[in-house]
């Protein structure tokens, strides 16, 4: 089991001296180890309200920071720099500069549940993670994941059709993410498929295709889920201060540029 | 219909609403037709659910949590108000976990309550309320009706000799608290070791192995967007279940399952591991021992091809 603090002490704060004699004695090498003391000075306060308020990130104040999580949780298997509790206590804390060294890593949280599941708090840690990995998004701390944007891309077909048709989806994001549609795996997997399927069932996956699926009648739930999620955002922008930021970066600009 | 005693467990289950779910009408399409052609071998009745739309699947809750709440709950609305149905079965566990999610939230969070109220109104269909209709998954479907005895009686081609690694992945238990009738005494499904499958395939003459990776995850929801994670997670499934002694893995889940086929053959590419255990859901499985031939569970619609396999086997 490696002890997750040990995170904490950057490399480059670990001092070693490769020649080093102190009254008369050898100490080069490890023996002359010391860790310069780090001083955290940019705490951001609201770090906790902010990531409260998206949605998923509700109970996040009721960690006890028990560490069942961490010990559940499939991604920190393969990668033990994956911690949800030591990121659920900086947030807390309000350790920013911290948590953002880990920011290329959070939205790869698969969705597993594993930590819901050991929590004894009920914090529903898989949902923190969430709303974390949009926290960062919507602050410009990271460029939309590819997780964000095939969330996109799924939920905007199902607001405009009811329904998804995956080959669509597919298609749309790999074009997104700018990957090539033929990956050598997925070239297998189509010749896996040509290899067992009838002639019939090609015509009809093929049609699939070119005549998305719908769900009839949609269009009063479409209007409707449109107008609600409009809301949301706005109420997301507003809780994260994310319009006084732009319109304070307006200001700046028009300062500097008037100097 | 024979022997009544050993089968009149559940007769409420005889006859569902079926939401299939987007899934099982592209990639996992064998999943859907080997559930119909089980069904219809057992004399079980499936209503699909008319005009359903997409229940949000791993993707409309990243976006809003509440808007997935509203989508699964205008398909148990329509199961219930327009079809006067009781119960809805989903075979996708994709599907099953957010409409019983749903069903959680609606019956505990306010908020959630007037969310979908607000939407159902402005879209003009009745709002879905708490307890109007019981979501069921294929694995309670096909045990609460036929049962252990009932396939026992039944069973044409045994699966006797087949291995079998029974996976059932991470939706189907977790989180524990939308699955109230889970964990709840004798008989009931297990969150933490689930069984139904193995008792199912088991009555049909299989031999389950002990698979310690059943509710492991597969990375299902970055199957695409990072899958290289979802590849080491796949490929270590793959191979616990080879060193388990299991020739077959079978799944309830056509996310599960395409990502163990997509991602077995990835792994072979990219990481040079290979296995050859046969990924074949549960149904085909049961249906081949009911006597249906392999194109009739939708074997030819798999990717990774088990033809030989079932041959060798006597299933074909
Ligand atoms: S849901 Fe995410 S954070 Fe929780 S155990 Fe799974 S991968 Fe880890
Ligand atoms: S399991 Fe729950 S209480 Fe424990 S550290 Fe994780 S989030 Fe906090």
């Known amino acids: 089991m490696p002890i997750h603090e040990k995170?904490?002490?950057?490399?480059?704060?670990?001092?070693?001296?490769?020649?080093?004699?102190?009254?008369?004695?050898?100490?080069?090498?490890?023996?002359?180890?010391?860790?310069?003391?780090?001083?955290?000075?940019d705490y951001n306060e609201a770090m906790e309200e902010e990531i409260a308020a998206l949605p998923g990130g509700e109970f996040i104040h009721r960690c006890w920071q028990c560490g069942s999580c961490t010990n559940a949780c499939t991604v920190h298997a393969i990668n033990p720099e994956f911690n949800p509790r030591y990121w659920i206590y900086l947030i807390r804390t309000g350790m920013e500069s911290e948590l953002l060294r880990d920011k290329d890593i959070i939205w790869q949280c698969v969705s597993c549940n594993k930590c819901t599941y050991a929590c004894p708090r009920d914090v529903v840690p898989e949902a923190v993670m969430k709303a974390t990995a949009h926290w960062l998004e919507l602050k410009g701390h990271t460029p939309k994941s590819h997780s964000t944007i095939f969330d996109d891309i799924f939920s905007e077909?199902?607001?405009?059709?009811?329904?998804?048709?995956?080959?669509?989806?597919?298609?749309?994001?790999?074009?997104?993410?700018?990957?090539?549609?033929?990956?050598?795996?997925?070239?297998?997997?189509?010749?896996?498929?040509?290899?067992?399927?009838?002639?019939?069932?090609?015509?009809?996956?093929?049609?699939?295709?070119?005549?998305?699926?719908?769900?009839?009648?949609?269009?009063?739930?479409?209007?409707?889920?449109?107008?609600?999620?409009?809301?949301?955002?706005?109420?997301?922008?507003?809780?994260?201060?994310?319009?006084e930021l732009v319109k304070m970066a307006e200001t700046e600009l028009k300062a500097g540029a008037a100097k | 219909?024979?022997?009544?005693?050993?089968?009149?467990?559940?007769?409420?289950?005889?006859?569902?609403?079926?939401?299939?779910?987007?899934?099982?009408?592209?990639s996992g399409h064998a999943y859907?037709?080997?559930?119909?052609?089980?069904?219809?071998?057992?004399?079980?009745?499936?209503?699909?659910?008319?005009?359903?739309?997409?229940?949000?699947?791993?993707?409309?809750?990243?976006?809003?949590?509440?808007?997935?709440?509203?989508?699964?709950?205008?398909?148990?609305?329509?199961?219930?108000?327009?079809?006067?149905?009781?119960?809805?079965?989903?075979?996708?566990?994709?599907?099953?976990?957010?409409?019983?999610?749903?069903?959680?939230?609606?019956?505990?969070?306010?908020?959630?309550?007037?969310?979908?109220?607000?939407?159902?109104?402005?879209?003009?269909?009745?709002?879905?309320?708490?307890?109007?209709?019981?979501?069921?998954?294929?694995?309670?479907?096909?045990?609460?009706?036929?049962?252990?005895?009932?396939?026992?009686e039944r069973v044409k081609n045994s699966l006797a000799g087949i291995k079998i690694a029974n996976y059932y992945g991470c939706m189907y238990t977790r989180p524990r608290h939308i699955f109230p009738e889970k964990d709840s005494g004798p008989g009931s499904e297990s969150t933490s070791r689930p069984h139904f499958m193995d008792d199912l395939l088991d009555a049909a003459g299989a031999e389950n192995v002990d698979f310690p990776l059943k509710t492991a995850c597969c990375g299902g929801a970055h199957t695409l967007s990072d899958s290289d994670t979802s590849t080491r997670l796949v490929a270590n499934i793959l191979q616990t279940a080879e060193a388990a002694g299991a020739e077959v893995i079978a799944t309830e889940c056509p996310t599960c399952h395409s990502g163990l086929e997509m991602h077995q053959i990835r792994a072979n590419r990219t990481l040079g591991?290979?296995?050859?255990?046969?990924?074949?859901?549960?149904?085909?499985?049961?249906?081949?021992?009911?006597?249906?031939?392999?194109?009739?569970?939708?074997?030819?619609?798999?990717?990774?091809?088990?033809?030989?396999?079932?041959?060798?086997?006597?299933?074909?």
């Open chain 1, 157 to 243: 077909q199902v607001i405009e059709t009811g329904k998804i048709e995956d080959g669509r989806v597919l298609k749309r994001f790999f074009k997104q993410t700018g990957q090539a549609l033929r990956q050598p795996w997925l070239e297998d997997l189509v010749k896996g498929l040509l290899r067992n399927l009838p002639i019939s069932m090609l015509t009809r996956m093929g049609l699939a295709t070119l005549v998305a699926p719908k769900t009839s009648g949609w269009s009063g739930a479409r209007d409707a889920i449109k107008e609600y999620v409009a809301e949301q955002e706005a109420h997301h922008r507003t809780a994260l201060g994310l319009d």
């Open chain 2, 273 to 316: 591991i290979k296995t050859n255990v046969k990924i074949i859901y549960f149904t085909q499985l049961l249906g081949m021992a009911m006597g249906l031939k392999p194109k009739e569970v939708g074997l030819h619609e798999n990717v990774s091809d088990s033809f030989d396999f079932v041959k060798q086997k006597g299933l074909a």
């Open chain 1, 7 to 41: 995170s904490l002490i950057r490399p480059e704060n670990l001092k070693v001296q490769e020649n080093l004699e102190v009254e008369g004695i050898d100490v080069s090498g490890h023996w002359s180890t010391f860790i310069e003391s780090r001083v955290v000075t």
């Open chain 2, 32 to 152: 859907n037709r080997s559930t119909k052609a089980l069904g219809k071998k057992l004399g079980l009745k499936l209503k699909e659910v008319d005009n359903w739309n997409c229940c949000g699947a791993m993707e409309v809750k990243n976006i809003d949590p509440k808007l997935q709440t509203y989508l699964s709950s205008r398909v148990m609305s329509i199961a219930a108000n327009k079809m006067k149905m009781d119960v809805v079965m989903a075979p996708c566990n994709g599907c099953y976990h957010n409409l019983k999610k749903a069903e959680y939230d609606l019956k505990n969070d306010e908020k959630s309550k007037q969310v979908v109220d607000r939407l159902s109104k402005k879209a003009g269909h009745e709002t879905y309320q708490a307890g109007q209709v019981e979501t069921i998954h294929a694995l309670d479907w096909v045990k609460d009706t036929i049962g252990e005895e009932g396939l026992k």
């Open chain 2, 1 to 26: 219909m024979s022997d009544k005693k050993t089968e009149s467990k559940n007769e409420k289950y005889r006859e569902v609403a079926y939401y299939p779910g987007c899934a099982l009408e592209g």
